[in-house]
């Protein structure tokens, strides 16, 4: 079986601004589609994409594979880095991720979960309080940032102080860059948060060794105990990704979702008329615009994918966003509808690798919309949105200006 190639330029610096017309285009011309821009094979549909999350064959290691295209030299510089993102949750073998995931399970069942409801709804109406108070804020550095960062650091175990926050803060953004096509300079400024990241977790750890607690880093403390978890460095690894994913992607459902329901009013109508949508409508959030763009495998072995011959060793991209918008999967995928059901995304991944964390991620995403349904009544952009790119293709909300004069006046 073949399929005609389409040349496609991802080079376009506007194009994170709205991909999915080239997306769609792609989709039915040559859904699994070789970009050079990229380096590797970029699946579009979701069954093509839903089978290679599940597909033992495609390792999720191609994070490194970033740092090793630089010369010797070159990645002598950024071998530290290197060597952490390499351990992430056992990335190099399924043996290895299995460990992290037997270890970790148990910290993020539904009842676990759900014994943090208290205090995220408690967060959250503290800091939508300051918002209401003043008429207006930023709903991503007034809210959705510090919601989601007291949230990981709680779980974590670490100390929530604004400084210690900040810190976090600066340095997850400064990691951020493995994420995505970085250059050199990017990837050393990287390196640098996980000097310093590394310094500051190892205080964390020998505090919790001193006074044993049942968060993150005591159980990965146990898990050194059990075996499980083979050295510190593990543990370190395990807790940086943690801090790296487990707030940056929370805050973006937030405050994505924010402004697609206020860019939508009738959806935000039936929101406030029936808050008990929250919960499908936080799934149609990560659906229709979730954090994750796209996540990359590198194949074990040689296969065939949706029609294509894929050599061992190659890169294969898997374009969530895409899929997640495949009129094949979805009816009206480019309509935003909150009340959407079934809503079978793969925002959070699929198969052994899925996120760990999701559930979570939900409860808080849940939290974070309810909360702000009541205590800012009124709501309204006050300003354009800013945007921050995240090549390739996709972008986050790092500004999104609002105001609510009705919770300002229903306080007067």
């Known amino acids: 079986m073949t399929t005609p190639d389409v040349t496609i330029s991802l080079a376009d610096r506007d194009l994170y601004l709205d991909p999915h017309p080239l997306l769609h285009h792609v989709r039915a011309h040559d859904p699994v589609h070789w970009s050079s821009d990229l380096g590797g094979w970029l699946l579009l549909r979701y069954s093509d994409v839903r089978q290679a999350l599940q597909d033992p064959r495609l390792a999720p290691t191609a994070m490194s594979r970033r740092i090793d295209r630089y010369p010797p030299g070159e990645q002598a510089t950024i071998a530290e880095l290197r060597r952490l993102v390499g351990q992430w949750m056992g990335l190099p073998t399924i043996e290895d991720h299995e460990r992290y995931a037997t270890l970790l399970r148990p910290h993020f069942t539904a009842r676990a979960v759900a014994a943090q409801a208290h205090c995220l709804t408690a967060h959250a109406d503290g800091l939508l309080d300051v918002i209401a108070r003043q008429g207006q804020g930023d709903i991503v550095a007034g809210f959705a940032v510090p919601y989601t960062m007291g949230a990981v650091l709680r779980l974590c175990g670490l100390p929530q102080s604004p400084s210690v926050a900040a810190d976090v803060a600066g340095w997850v953004t400064d990691l951020s860059e493995v994420f995505h096509l970085s250059d050199l300079e990017g990837l050393q400024r990287a390196q640098l948060a996980v000097q310093e990241m590394s310094a500051f977790l190892r205080e964390a750890i020998a505090a919790r060794r001193r006074d044993p607690r049942d968060d993150l880093t005591g159980v990965l403390l146990g898990g050194l105990r059990s075996g499980l978890i083979r050295d510190e460095s593990e543990i370190i690894a395990a807790l940086v990704m943690v801090l790296a994913v487990g707030y940056k992607t929370a805050s973006n459902v937030i405050a994505n979702g924010a402004y697609l329901l206020l860019a939508n009013p009738g959806q935000l109508a039936l929101l406030r008329g029936d808050p008990s949508r929250c919960r499908p409508a936080v799934e149609e959030i ?11 495998r590198v194949a074990r072995e040689a296969l065939e994918l949706g029609g294509r011959d894929v050599a061992a060793g190659d890169l294969v991209l898997l374009c969530l966003a895409a899929a997640n918008r495949d009129p094949a999967k979805f009816t009206r995928p480019d ?69 609510c004069p009705a919770a300002l006046g229903a306080r007067a």
């Open 286 to 296: 990560i659906r229709f615009d979730g954090p994750v763009f796209m996540t990359t």
């Open 335 to 403: 309509e935003f509808l909150v009340g959407r059901s079934p809503n079978p995304h793969l925002g959070f991944g699929a198969g052994m690798y899925a996120c760990l964390g999701a559930q979570l991620a939900r409860a808080e995403c849940v939290i974070a919309l309810q909360r702000i349904l009541h205590r800012l009544p009124g709501l309204e952009l006050a300003g354009p949105p800013g945007w921050y790119e995240f090549p390739p293709l996709a972008r986050w909300l790092d500004q999104l200006p609002v105001r």
